[in-house]
């Protein structure tokens, strides 16, 4: 009788200190993106108007979405756009109405194919910079769009 009930316990902790662990271990989310350099950042803040800060920390999780979502990005006409980085920022908007001011994922890339499509100038397009502010916390991949 007491085998069997040796058996019994140290088959439940064979079979339930996985289950626990995974729970209360945090989980690595995957690989993420370098944060932005400060003259990167700087460059953004310039496009954008307003004033950029870094916050340091946030999310891995939503850091490695961003990460997922804008790494590998198909390109136009063989040119590729390239992730610069992903950071989180604080931005005070030059105008409230429109942005508001808050913490925001900024995600940067650049030989982003900017498409003319006004027709003014004569040229189809440009490659340029790329601008995605995400707002924190957002369970979206997706954010305000912003092409110099």
């Known amino acids: 009788m007491r085998r069997r009930w040796l058996l ?3 088959a439940l902790a064979l079979v339930g200190a996985p289950v626990v662990t995974r729970r209360v271990w945090p989980r690595d989310p995957g690989p993420v993106s370098q944060e932005l350099t400060a003259r990167e950042i700087r460059v953004a803040g310039h496009r954008l108007g307003g004033d950029l800060t870094i916050v340091h920390g946030g999310s891995r999780t939503q850091a490695h979405r961003l990460w997922a979502r804008y790494h590998d990005q198909t390109g136009h006409e063989g040119v590729k756009p390239r992730l610069l980085g992903v950071s989180l920022v604080h931005w005070s908007a030059p105008t409230p109405t429109l942005e508001p001011t808050g913490n925001y994922w900024l995600v940067l890339s650049d030989r982003v194919w900017n498409a003319n499509l006004s027709g003014l100038g004569g040229s189809p397009g440009s490659y ?9 916390g957002s369970s979206s991949t ?4 912003h092409l110099t």
Do not use: F
């Open 8 to 10: 019994g316990v140290v």
């Open 128 to 136: 340029g910079l790329e601008i995605i502010l995400v707002p924190e």
């Open 142 to 145: 997706s954010g305000n769009i």
